[in-house]
């Protein structure tokens, strides 16, 4: 998997308002109710890892998730991490029909 350009990461940013890239990564936040409801989500998000083979680095503390996707491998960001971000943003923010 070969890392991708800058510019090329910026420009599938702008599908992912809530991710931005910096240090080699990208990174977002997500708050929510509370410790179950994140939880929650972290379990649901564990699973999609698994069937991509891809995890991300994460912290989580009582409510808030902060997540950042980088491919160690290539030692930064490839399609797989845009791939990941798009199964998590499903996960916490479904999109309405
Ligand atoms: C053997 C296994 O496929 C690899 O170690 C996978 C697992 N998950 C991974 N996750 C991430 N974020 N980067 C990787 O390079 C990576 N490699």
């Not at 350009?5 to 509370?34: G, T, V």
């Not at 680095?57 to 491919?71: D, G, R």
């Not at 490839?78 to 499903?90: C, G, M, S, V, Y």
Request: negative net charge; aromatic residues 12%.
């Amino acid at each position: 998997m070969s890392k991708l350009s800058e510019q090329d990461i910026e420009k599938k940013l702008l599908r992912l308002p809530d991710w931005e890239y910096f240090d080699n990564a990208i990174h977002s936040e997500f708050e929510f109710e509370n410790f179950k409801d994140c939880f929650s989500a972290m379990s649901r998000i564990a699973f999609e890892c698994e069937a991509l083979d891809h995890h991300p680095n994460w912290t989580n503390v009582y409510n808030v998730l902060t997540i950042s996707l980088s491919t160690h491998s290539a030692n930064g960001v490839t399609k797989k991490d845009f791939e990941l971000a798009r199964a998590i943003e499903q996960i916490v923010e479904p999109e309405e029909d």
